[in-house]
């Protein structure tokens, strides 16, 4: 699948493929480029080929196959130290003996950078990071959130263009987390950075990337702005992969360009967008966002979609209700409402219509 970011290509692979045993494709025949200051994502489940790949960029692994260029320079064979590339792990990485700003001076030191030079990078750096006044402290005296903090203005303190991020919040709680999601992508905006982030956590994808490469089995699956790859899924993994979603099994009736109408497997007929389905008769699975069903008909065009459905579940989680419900044979049917004042609540056992438009049903590989 080709990755044409909109700008000059910054970081580009081009037909990489890694194997560890000479046999079995870790990474398969990768092509992606990455614009100049864009944040891209890489995404998957573990063993899908992301982190393989951030790994080859850094250097840390070598491509079996194929050319990774930086800055239209091949990259291949120049050793990590000297590709100039910034790098936050999950594990800080910290040298435990040193201070905060030795453990950031150090890198400077590495590139030969004199005294003076180095102390004013490194205040910039701990100014970047809201973390001016920790100089002097060592790691072990630091929370994991300050510790984060450091290692990526270590990342940041020689001005690399480029920084590499290998799942940097895995360790972190919850609000924590979602803390420095806000931050890392405020300061990448701010210094005009290049950022590759690898992580499993869709949510993170969504809410910090410019766009996202969803990996799995050494390919990408899709590769799209955050928006788009929730709302126009290309496969059932993409589909099930990002964000919840519901599926109804089915075989497509009839085709054209734009719609598939497809029978689900207890009979009912629905209208479909067709992505992923080549010919009558083929199986597919019909995928519909939670939020996009509605309870209440009133709000439905008339061309809507309304099925009967059996409430199994109603659950109330603060900003939203969450019902599960018995939709064509599936038991696992999820709607989210907001929570309105309108919005009555259900009770197990309750029957009811929901409905849909048809372009919010998409027909994808079974």
């Known amino acids: 699948m080709d990755g044409s970011a909109a700008n000059d290509a910054f970081v580009e692979f081009d037909r990489v493929q890694k194997s560890y045993d000479g046999e079995t494709l870790v990474v398969k025949d990768l092509n992606l480029s990455i614009g100049r200051g864009e944040f891209l994502t890489m995404l998957g489940p573990s063993g899908s080929g992301k982190t393989t790949c951030l790994m080859m960029l850094a250097g840390f ?18 050793p990590p130290h000297k590709r100039g590339i910034g790098m936050v792990f999950q594990n800080y990485a910290l040298f435990p003996h040193m201070t905060v700003a ?61 920084v590499l991020m290998d799942e940097p919040l895995g360790a972190l709680d919850k609000q924590l987390r979602e803390h420095m999601q806000f931050e890392i992508k405020h300061i990448a905006d701010n210094l005009g950075i290049t950022v590759v982030y690898v992580t499993h956590d869709q949510t993170e994808a969504l809410t910090m990337s410019d766009r996202v490469a969803v990996f799995q089995d050494g390919r990408i699956q899709q590769l799209d702005p955050p928006d788009v790859l929730y709302e126009e899924p290309q496969n059932s993994f993409v589909a099930q992969f990002i964000g919840e979603n519901n599926t109804l099994n089915g075989t497509v009736k009839s085709m054209t360009a734009d719609k598939a109408v497809v029978e689900l497997d207890n009979g009912e007929m629905i209208d479909t967008v067709p992505v992923n389905v080549n010919a009558v008769g083929d199986r597919t699975l019909v995928s ?74 998409r027909a994808l590989d079974a």
């Open 102 to 162: 030795e453990n950031l001076a150090f890198p400077l030191e590495v590139r030969k950078m004199g005294k003076s030079e180095r102390e004013e990078k490194v205040k910039r750096a701990l100014d970047m990071v809201q973390m001016g006044s920790f100089g002097g402290r060592r790691p072990a005296q630091l929370s994991g959130g300050q510790q984060q903090r450091i290692a990526l203005a270590r990342a940041l303190v020689f001005e690399a263009e480029l």
């Open 61 to 78: 692994e070598t491509a079996t196959h194929g050319e990774i260029r930086l800055g239209g320079q091949e990259i291949n064979n120049i």
């Open 288 to 361: 519909i966002r939670p939020e996009r069903v509605e309870f209440n008909k009133d709000r439905l065009a008339p061309d809507a979609h309304t099925l009967k459905a059996e409430v199994l579940e109603f659950i109330y989680m603060g900003d939203i209700y969450r019902t599960r419900l018995r939709v064509a044979g599936n038991d696992d049917f999820i709607v989210k409402t907001r929570n309105a004042p309108d919005q009555r609540r259900l009770k197990a056992g309750e029957m009811l219509e929901i409905g849909w438009r048809p372009q919010d049903c």
